[in-house]
């Protein structure tokens, strides 16, 4: 079976300090992806990357990064110099096929 | 480009009463499709699944039923709503073979059972 943990119910940061979202994952599988989502307050759903299990390397994209460590199996997601246009809920989810196990979610609050 | 339609964006509708929400994908052939659940404050459960007309997989043994007439529609059904089925439904699609994992969410459809 396959389970994603996030941790954090809610953060909640003033503009400009950065903010780590953690997300712990559970699978049997050898290979697999993981993905984070956000979800701002109009409801959609925006895929943000996807990472599969054999590529270890961090990404970066503007203010985003992930870092992916298969030996604690944590995909965790950092938004740096963060603004209130991130505020939203992320979700950080696990896939070996089709399917798609996501986590609770956290949500971000990033005040002026 | 690809987009994805559902409707209608809110609905409000009495316990008992019949559903029917509509999700339609354009600028892509054959792609997976999926229906979610979300409940108010919490995370996306999959409520079915579909690689083609006619295939659908149910992940959750429930009141509601899914359809696959054409390639590119995919229909949420219910003949009798209960207040539990109260939500926020996203339907996705995904590409196969390129990208089978990534999912691309539409715009979701707020339902209140009353």
């Known amino acids: 079976a396959q389970k994603v943990t996030q941790a954090q119910t809610e953060i909640s940061v003033v503009e400009k300090e950065d903010v780590t979202l953690d997300c712990v994952y559970e699978?049997?599988?050898?290979?697999?992806?993981l993905f984070w989502y956000k979800q701002p307050p109009s409801g959609e759903l925006v895929f943000l990357i996807r990472?599969?299990?054999?590529?270890?390397q961090n990404e970066i994209s503007g203010r985003y990064s992930w870092n992916f460590q298969k030996s604690t199996s944590s995909f965790n997601f950092t938004i740096t110099a963060s603004q209130v246009v991130d505020s939203a809920v992320y979700f950080c989810?696990?896939?070996?096929?089709?399917?798609?196990?996501f986590g609770a979610g956290t949500t971000v609050t990033v005040r002026a | 480009s690809q987009t994805i339609h559902q409707w209608p964006a809110t609905l409000v509708q009495p316990v008992g009463s019949p559903l029917s929400l509509e999700c339609t994908v354009e600028?892509?052939?054959?792609?997976?499709l999926y229906w979610y659940r979300q409940a108010a404050g919490r995370g996306l459960q999959l409520l079915f699944y579909?690689?083609?007309?006619?295939?659908i997989s149910s992940e959750v043994p429930q009141n509601l039923s899914a359809s696959r007439p054409q390639d590119r529609q995919f229909i949420l059904s219910s003949k009798k709503l209960l207040l539990s089925d109260s939500g926020f439904y996203l339907c996705?699609?995904?590409?196969?073979?390129?990208?089978?994992?990534?999912?691309?969410f539409g715009p979701g459809t707020r339902l209140t059972v009353t």
């Open positions: 996705a699609w995904s590409v196969r073979p390129l990208n089978p994992y990534e999912q691309y």
């Open positions: 699978t049997r599988d050898t290979t697999y992806y």
């Open positions: 990472r599969n299990s054999f590529d270890e």
């Open positions: 989810a696990l896939s070996n096929d089709y399917k798609l196990s």
């Open positions: 600028g892509t052939s054959n792609p997976n």
């Open positions: 579909s690689v083609g007309i006619g295939q």
